[in-house]
């Protein structure tokens, strides 16, 4: 049961964050009751709890006027008394004290124009407000916070206030017909034909009127150069470097030339013997 009752609680949230803009820090405004009931079921720290219960950083705030119903209250409520002097007041701007439930109704107002919660444990003012006001509505149940459900008038206003900003106002309406008037204008030049159902001219669209082609056209793929980040740099050569490399190859041409001139001089000459004497026996006189 606890899952579910804050996962009820969150959807609470979510739906005035979403429809009313209610943003962290959440603002929590509590009233002599309220810090009361804190109090005497020792749900301590406050502002821990309250948080648990939102789902997010809070800061709890309360006015002068529910300080001085606290002092009338007598011995019984010291230690409310002194806890509610512990929170930021919030400005009533009442110069004598007013009732808690009077007070407070003044500084929500029917918009809650600065996103305030309340907590409150009297259950005629919650229902009161549900009625007529947008604020949500934070109670203890013993030792349990809970946060009443959004009521329908609630939900009423803020389908309402969607539906306005769905919708074009007079204004608007009037600035969208001075510019489609203007581009109409500017149209006419090109050619235009009545349309009968509107009563208003209709530009003619002719062919390639954008720039577009009709027929895709593909690119050819080229032979492109070498990639010129791979290719090495080309060495500079000094003169010195130059003339060292011409004294190389002619030191070389001249030793090549030095061996063919020793092997042709090394190279010895065949003689060829006649075989007429020894062709038949010698013959004695």
Sequence with gaps: MRVKRQKKNRRTVRFFTVCYGFRQPYKV???????????????TPADTAISELLGGPVKLFTTRCVIAELEKLGKD???????????STATCEHEEAKAAD?????VIGMKNSEHFF??????EFRRKLQQESIVPLVFGLRNILLIDQPSDFQRQTAKDSENKRLTMTDTEKKLLVKRTAKIIASNRGEGTIENEEWGMPR????????????????????AKGPN?????????ENNSEKLQSKSKADSNSGAQK????????TKKRSRKRSKKGKSGPERSE
Excluded: Y
């Design 102 to 106: 009077e007070c407070l109704s003044e």
């Design 29 to 43: 405004l509590c009233d002599g009751t309220f810090v009361h009931h804190l109090v005497s079921n020792e749900i």
């Design 258 to 265: 030095e061996k063919k001139e020793g092997e042709s001089d």
């Design 118 to 123: 309340l907590g409150t444990q009297d259950a």
């Design 228 to 236: 010129p980040l791979s290719c090495m740099k080309k060495k500079k």
């Design 77 to 87: 409520f010291a230690e409310s008394l002194e806890a509610a002097q512990m929170l």
């Design 203 to 222: 530009v003619v669209s002719t062919r390639n009127g954008l720039g577009v082609k009709d027929r895709p056209q593909f690119k050819r793929n080229r």
